[in-house]
């Protein structure tokens, strides 16, 4: 009876290690995320009244568009693949038009991030975009704030072609909101 709760304690104590050797393994063997390919997304045009020029700055305190926090506080940061000014700009050339008169738009991009949370066995993501918008006509000045925030949870590490996916999508409704602002057009 005793040798065989020796063994079963040996088996036991075998496979803990066996556990912790895996999942240092499989954290070991963790790339860093690579830089993210966001592209131009397809913005809609419902109001028909074109803008003669749009301007993009990106006013964030960093260049990353994604950062990863591990539960051991450790860090790590990835940039878009192509600047975000490129994107938004690109993403919005269906609203210009050299007809359009003297209405031009500025836009800032406050805040474009994914926060990571990455736990032993699970992630959370928190994507958030602030895109400020200044409309100007002549004389006439209008400005607004337009947000977006999206949340995903999920087992393991987050796989980078599903977090380029759930930004463009995020972006995309962002500057749909942007393209269907009748005080942005109509100044």
Partial sequence: MIMFEG???????LSAIALIAATILVSG????????????????DPLNQPVAQISVTDQRPHAYLYRITHAEDKAEFAPPQQPLTEV??????NLTSSQAGELSW????????ID????????ELQHTIVLRVEAQR?????????RGR???KGVGRPDEAVVEREFSQL???????ISNDPKLRNL
């Fill in 116 to 123: 990571g949370q990455l736990g032993a066995f699970n992630y």
């Fill in 106 to 113: 500025q836009i800032s991009i406050d805040e474009a991030l």
């Fill in 150 to 152: 999206l949340q995903s």
């Fill in 88 to 93: 938004i700009s690109n993403s919005l050339t």
């Fill in 171 to 177: 972006l995309r409704s962002v500057l749909a909101d």
């Fill in 29 to 44: 063997c963790q790339s860093p995320p690579q830089p993210l390919i966001i592209g131009a997304v397809q913005v809609n």
């Fill in 7 to 13: 063994i079963t304690m040996i088996r036991s104590v």
């Fill in 138 to 146: 002549e004389n006439r000045t209008y400005s607004n704030s337009y």
